[in-house]
């Protein structure tokens, strides 16, 4: 697996080659279209973008999975549950 600080040359720079070789020229054009960090000696860690500490959390896992399934059938659902029949003592 390639990190992040394996993109950069020792002076701080993308390495050309390397992004060459490991993506398609699209990838790589936007990839060069971004900014260096000032600093590459910090090292790479992993960031979970769908909290807002970055932290993984069962529950934001959970949710993001759950996400689409709910979306896409969320009118059937409510259809489903304003067309459910009755029991006549209830109605």
Same mark, same amino acid.
């Given at each position: ?13 993308? *390495?050309? &080659? ?6 398609? !020229? ?8 971004? &900014?260096?960090? !000032?600093?590459?000696?910090?090292? *790479? ?16 896992a959970y949710?993001?999975d759950q996400? *689409?399934?709910?979306? !896409?059938? +969320?009118? !059937? +659902? ?10 006549p003592s209830?109605?």
């Amino acid at each position: 697996m390639i990190t992040l600080a394996d993109l950069f040359t020792s002076s701080g720079q993308w *390495d050309l &080659p390397l992004l060459r070789r490991t993506y398609d !020229s699209v990838t790589t054009k936007a990839i060069l279209n971004m &900014p260096t960090p !000032s600093n590459t000696d910090l090292g *790479d860690k992993w960031i979970w973008a769908l909290t807002s500490s970055g932290t993984l959390t069962v529950k934001s896992a959970y949710l993001a999975d759950q996400k *689409d399934k709910f979306a !896409s059938n +969320c009118f !059937s +659902c409510f259809l489903e549950m304003v067309m459910v029949k009755l029991h006549p003592s209830a109605a």
